[in-house]
Each structure stands twice: as C-alpha cells, then as structure tokens.
C-alpha cells in the first residue's frame, strides 16, 4: 500500500490546516491509519488513529483541537487541525498499520509533510 500526505505548511499560532493522506488501497482494508509527527530532534510520536469500524484516539496535547477522519470513497484519511501551538511543528506522517484481509502487517507510512506553526 502507499501513501501520500499533503496539505502542510506555514501557519501562524492559533491557526487551522488540513493534512490529507491518500491510500493506493480501500481504506477500509486497513485495521487502523493514524497520524504521527516528528519535531525537529525528537522520536516521531502518535498524533491520532482511526480503526476500520470508527473509533478514533488521540495524543493528549492534541485532544479538543486535532480531528481524524477519512473519506471512505476518495480513499483519504485527514487530520483537521485548529488552535496550532508552535509545539505542533513538525512532519506529518500518516500510517497504515495491518491489511484487514491479509491479516498481513503493512507499517506503511508516506513520506510526510511539513507544518510549521509560528509564534
């Protein structure tokens, strides 16, 4: 499966961006697709993570301001992100983590997209 993000970019604090990560695959063949980031000399962590059956969960910094969601006919996970803090910088990457029908572990991930929040 492959994936690909976009819709990063340079936004001011308290600013909104939408990421988009488009999946070569049905999007419900995948057990969960989440979003990571990985700020600039830190490990990559989650963000938020979307099962095939609908429920989501959320890193704690992120909660009440981030949403996931996907749209099961374009195939197209996003991550709707307001109330930006600089602390959010960072690439975006999004995962697809098992293929439902294969039972088989993909930990497929795209090449991320870059969001800069300034104070």
């Known amino acids: 499966v492959h994936l690909e993000e976009s819709g990063g970019g340079l936004v001011q604090s308290g600013g909104s961006l939408r990421l988009s990560c488009t999946v070569s695959s049905s999007i419900m063949s995948i057990n969960e697709m989440s979003w990571w980031r990985q700020a600039p000399g830190k490990e990559r962590e989650l963000v938020a993570g979307?099962?095939?059956?609908?429920?989501?969960n959320y890193a704690d910094p992120v909660k009440g301001r981030f949403t996931i969601s996907r749209d099961i006919a374009r195939n197209t996970l996003y991550l709707h992100m307001t109330t930006l803090k600089p602390e959010d910088t960072g690439v975006y990457y999004c995962n697809a983590d098992e293929d439902l029908v294969s039972a088989q572990a993909l930990d497929a991930w795209g090449q991320g997209t870059l969001v800069t929040v300034s104070s």
């Open positions: 979307l099962r095939s059956r609908g429920q989501t």
